[in-house]
């Protein structure tokens, strides 16, 4: 498992500088967590409930800021 969250951690850092804010930052690493993770259906409302996002608009909002993806 530490390995797997590893890999994670290194796939988030190379993507990380792609977004100009912290906040679109964290919310990428925790759509790659609910999207590699246990949640049951990966759709937006279900990822963004995993993420303790209140509104499904952050998580969405948070991805339009990545430059060049």
């Known amino acids: 498992m ?3 969250a590893a890999g994670l951690e290194a796939v ?3 993507i990380a ?3 100009a804010r912290a906040e679109p930052r ?3 690493l ?3 967590r609910g999207l590699l993770g246990a949640v049951a259906r990966k759709n937006g409302w279900q990822l963004a409930e995993h993420a303790g ?3 499904l ?3 969405k909002r948070g991805h ?3 430059e060049g993806m």
């Open 2 to 4: 530490r390995a797997w």
């Open 12 to 14: 988030h850092a190379r």
């Open 17 to 19: 500088g792609r977004f």
């Open 26 to 28: 964290r919310r990428a």
């Open 30 to 32: 925790a759509y790659l």
């Open 53 to 55: 996002e209140a509104r």
């Open 57 to 59: 608009f952050a998580m």
């Open 64 to 66: 339009g800021d990545a």
